[in-house]
């Protein structure tokens, strides 16, 4: 008298049996992924050799990925780095942004996952960039701050950026 009969042993079998064509199915998936490791310092393009191999071999919809809020925080990330730097090297030409200059500041005292990012915060770092004590920190120290190289092309584009119906173009991949 065995077990075999058993209702039980039989769905047990069943589902033993699903399992092992899920696993299956999921292993020859594995077997078409392809994996990139991609090594070297920061800076050196590794993000941007990934984003073009997305344009080039990736899904045609993967421009529309809800990516607005990392691109923000890249840019308010980046544009405090360069505000702190100005404090260092060139202070602001024009005094009257000194309010705007700590309301972005605030941020850098709470964390990243705490921060609200208001589209007013867009008009705050135009003002900012507008600055020329800014401009020349960027132009003279650039290579003494840890932010990428294509920096000026978002704050140029900071009030497309923050605007509330922004999508990513090509540029900003």
Known sequence: MGNKGSAAFNAARRQDKMVDKKIAAQALKEKKLVKLLLLGPGESGKSTLLKQMKLLY???DTMNEPKVQAIRMNV???????LLASEAFVPLADEKLQGDASE?????AIPQEDWVIKPAL???MMRLWQDEGIRETWEKY???IQVPENLPYFLDSVERIFDSNYRPNQGDW
Not at 76 to 82: A, C, D, E, F, R
Not at 104 to 108: E, P, R
């Open 58 to 60: 990736g899904k045609k």
């Open 76 to 82: 308010v990330t980046n544009m405090i780095k360069l």
């Open 104 to 108: 972005l500041l605030k941020l850098n």
């Open 142 to 144: 650039q290579n003494r």
């Open 122 to 124: 867009g008009d705050v």
